[in-house]
Structure formats: structure tokens, C-alpha cells
């Protein structure tokens, strides 16, 4: 078994079409095991990810292509929708044309509305990772309704989970929602320094709260693992004390003020 040269990366992009459409994440190691099977050829992991992305070409187009789009879009969603909140960013740093793509807000008028006249002031963020070659996360922001399900509000796709990002984010929540400083709101959200940096800094009078699941995912990792202890954490921290006084002092550590309801505003 040897290396071929008549074997391209296009031509196992189009013979694999197919399982590339239905595993679209495939390890490039897998890939390169599953060429050296089926062709009795070597290839290196590079090939593979080559290969990769022609196939990904061949079934979305080059990114490229995609991302020049998005003007479009934006101008499109404008038209339709006046009161509709959106806003580009893009690098003109680099001399490119287009330009680089950096950051997109996006807040539909009928969702600013559902907010401001149906659902509690209560807002929870996140972030994920948006799985594409080109990387970025996409940030999230979603409220409650009368009804105590998730209302959807605002979204936008940044370069990463930072400070400049977060703060930008909730600057743009802050004017499509009317939150002023944050008074009788309350922003719910994990640990990461960035978001809680970003709720001083815009909404300084919110109350922040930490996503309890978030945080007994940390408090597992201390080793309070069980039935027993899952079910003492989600009832009172009494009977955690009865339980276990070493994991009563591990969950205090975690500053209980910040996720158990008793310490919410009945007012929000």
C-alpha cells in the first residue's frame, strides 16, 4: 500500500458526497482511515480536510460566497420590516473587497414588542459555538412569557465570547428594549467573566443571577456526585446541611444570593 498521485481531493470529494452530506463534522483521521479501505491508498490529514471542504463546497458553496449575502439580507429584513433592529459590522482594517464580516445584531420588531408588552423582565443569555470553518459564536438573548415558556428576543453572531462583545450586545438590548440602567430587571446567565464585566458596565441596576444548572454542573466537579446529592441541592440548602455539611459549604461558596429564587425581586 502506497500513496497515489492520481488520487485528488476533488475526486474524493465527489465519490463521497454522500457521507460527507450525512456527517458533516467526519474526523479527518476517519476520513483518511475509510480512503485507505475503500482505495488501498495512503493519505495525510491534510488531505482529508481538504477534501472536506470541497465537499462542503459542493453541497453549501464557499463561505465566501454565503457571508457576501448578508447585506442583502440585512437590507431585505430593513424593507419588510422597518422597526426591525439590525446591525453589520465589518473589518475595514484589512484592505478587502468586501469587506471582513465581524458582527451581526439582529432583533425582529414583533419579538421587541411580545417583550415589552407580554413577558417578564427577565432576560437570559448565552453562548455557542457556531460549528463552521470559519468559527465565531453566536450570543443569544431569551425572555419568559405569562405562559413560562422561552420567548426568543435578540441574537447576534461575533467573533468570540469576550468583553467588546458581550458589552456591545447588551448595548444593543439595552436600546431595542428600553432597559434604561436596569432597574426592575433581571439578567440571568453562567459565570463567565465576560458577561458579568458587560452587566456592570450597561445595566449596573439588574439584578444578575446565575443559572442554577450552570452552577450545580461546578459543584458536581468538587465531587458531590449521586441521587442524594442532586436532589438535596435542587430542594434547600437545610437539608443539604443534613446531608453533607462539606458540600452545604461548597454550594454557600457559590454564593446562593445569586441563584436560589427566595433572593429574587418579587417584583420582576
Known amino acids: 500500500m502506497s500513496r497515489n498521485k492520481q488520487l485528488t481531493t ?23 482511515d475509510t480512503i485507505k479501505l475503500a482505495y488501498k491508498a495512503l493519505v495525510t490529514r491534510a488531505f482529508a480536510y481538504k477534501s472536506k471542504y470541497k465537499a462542503h463546497k459542493l453541497l453549501h458553496g464557499s463561505m465566501q460566497e454565503h457571508y457576501n449575502k448578508v447585506g442583502s439580507y440585512v437590507a431585505a429584513i430593513r424593507a419588510a420590516s422597518p422597526q426591525t433592529v439590525m446591525e453589520l459590522v465589518v473589518d ?12 451581526l445584531f439582529n432583533c425582529f420588531d ?7 408588552e407580554g413577558c417578564r423582565r427577565i432576560i437570559c443569555v448565552d453562548a455557542a459555538f457556531l460549528k463552521t470553518f470559519l468559527g465565531g459564536q453566536i450570543l443569544s438573548a431569551i425572555g419568559r412569557d405569562p405562559n413560562d415558556q422561552m420567548f426568543p428576543i435578540a441574537w447576534t453572531v461575533v467573533e468570540g465570547e469576550n468583553n467588546l462583545s458581550w458589552e456591545w450586545f447588551f448595548t444593543h438590548l439595552q436600546s431595542c428594549l428600553d432597559l434604561g440602567d436596569g432597574t426592575r430587571l433581571a439578567i440571568v446567565s453562567d459565570e463567565h467573566p465576560a458577561i458579568l464585566s458587560a452587566v456592570q458596565t450597561v445595566l449596573p441596576q439588574a439584578e444578575h443571577r446565575h443559572c442554577a444548572r450552570h452552577v450545580y454542573a461546578n459543584w458536581q466537579k468538587r465531587g458531590f456526585r449521586g441521587d442524594e446529592m442532586k436532589q438535596a441541592f435542587w430542594k434547600a440548602l437545610v437539608e443539604l446541611e443534613e446531608v453533607s455539611p462539606l458540600a452545604a459549604n461548597a454550594f454557600r461558596s457559590f454564593t446562593p444570593e445569586t ?4 433572593f429574587m425581586d418579587p417584583a420582576i
Open 110 to 116: 414583533g419579538l421587541k414588542k411580545g417583550w415589552k
Open 10 to 32: 476533488g475526486w474524493v470529494a465527489k465519490e463521497m458526497l454522500e457521507v460527507f452530506k450525512a456527517r458533516p463534522h467526519w474526523p479527518a483521521k476517519e476520513i483518511s
Open 259 to 262: 441563584f436560589c429564587r427566595a
Open 92 to 103: 475595514g482594517s484589512k484592505e478587502s473587497n468586501p469587506p471582513f464580516f465581524q458582527r
